[in-house]
């Protein structure tokens, strides 16, 4: 049986960076602690998660500037590596493209980056498109492209039962 396809966007690995590195959260730690359920599950290959390479350049939006030295390096290990569960896609040309007509045949006319996003989540064929900020719904003024939902994680249908579960992380170090 395939593996669910989730796409999870910049602002969610960036508040999940943040959790991690004790920088204060700009949104719900509910939200945060179901991005670090899913990564979980993916990196057990439970659930295929993606993003794109461009997220490499977001995610140094951690709240100062300039960003916590060793920062860099711990992006691309958590993202380049392919060690963590997620899955890094470098916009082609047929992202680019999809992209392109997001904007000409959807109408979703705002940020390039938000439609590279959306055209790789379309592309990988992920049927979730995570957001933890809500912006990028409200920007497009859709909460789902195509076949692909934008849901906040914690409305994820994906994710296995096990990964819900109150006690996830308590025996795990």
């Not at 359920?37 to 100062?64: K, P, Q």
């Not at 497009?140 to 076949?147: D, E, F, P, T, Y």
Request: aromatic share 4%; charged share 25%.
């Amino acid at each position: 049986m395939a593996k669910p396809k989730i796409y999870i966007d910049a602002c969610c690995i960036i508040e999940a960076i943040k959790g991690r590195k004790g920088i204060p959260l700009q949104h719900p730690a509910e939200e945060v602690d179901m991005v670090e359920r899913i990564m979980r599950a993916a990196n057990d290959d439970e659930v295929s998660l993606y993003t794109s390479m461009i997220t490499v350049a977001e995610v140094l939006h951690v709240g100062t500037k300039p960003p916590p030295s060793d920062l860099k390096s711990y992006i691309e290990r958590l993202i380049l590596s392919g060690r963590n569960g997620i899955t890094a896609i470098a916009p082609s040309p047929p992202i680019v493209l999809l992209a392109r007509d997001l904007a000409t045949d959807e109408g979703l006319w705002e940020r390039v980056a938000d439609r590279i996003h959306i055209a790789t989540a379309l592309h990988i064929g992920a049927r979730e498109f995570l957001s933890i900020d809500g912006r990028l719904a409200k920007r497009i003024g859709h909460s789902q492209v195509r076949k692909c939902r934008i849901i906040w994680p914690s409305a994820t249908t994906m994710l296995p039962d096990k990964y819900k579960a109150d006690d996830l992380f308590q025996n795990h170090p």
